[in-house]
């Protein structure tokens, strides 16, 4: 796709000049820990997207569990267990080479997000490790968050896209299945029905 560079924004001043000021508000909700309200928030949400900064471009990851997963240790830290997965340990490594994590948080059910910046280390400590222990296991390690960053974030993104109402779900058939996705982009190296066929059986039993 070839980009016409006279529409292309090309310093912050330019930028705020386009969008305007934002609202005093959306300045100041941003607090730099995490009070009753926030711990709320976290307490009750089950999915988080984590963003972090790898060597050649940035990366989000899902992790999901049940409410409250991940843990407010006290106004600073956080901590998040790290699940069974696919072990590309994508997000991991890129934690290691730079330490900048962001996290959103959602609720299922509620339009408003959570979001919390900052700065992470990862522990095998057996005294974290044990607080996640889930079905016998405990995860091999857990991202320690230290918050320098932390607000709510309004509801437009869910409410236009409509998240959480089920007449909006995905019909079937509409989304390839991911063993079709896998074998073509692997050239064939994985079979499409055999992979969502064991995939059924499997995810279920090796969550933890």
Known sequence: MDLDPQFLIQSADELREMYGTPLERSVRKQIDHLDEYCRAFIAASS???VGTQGET???NSPRGDVPGFAKVADDHTLLIPDRRGNNRLDSLSNLIRNPRIGLLFLVPGVHETFRVNGEAVLSHDPALTAQFEM???T???VIVVTVKEAYVHCSRALVRADLWNPAKFAQAGLVPSMGTMLAKHTSGFVEAQAF???AKVRVPVTLY
């Open 57 to 59: 471009a940035a990366d």
């Open 196 to 198: 969502d066929d064991e």
């Open 47 to 49: 999915f988080i997207v």
């Open 139 to 141: 995860p091999r390690t």
């Open 135 to 137: 079905q016998g296991n």
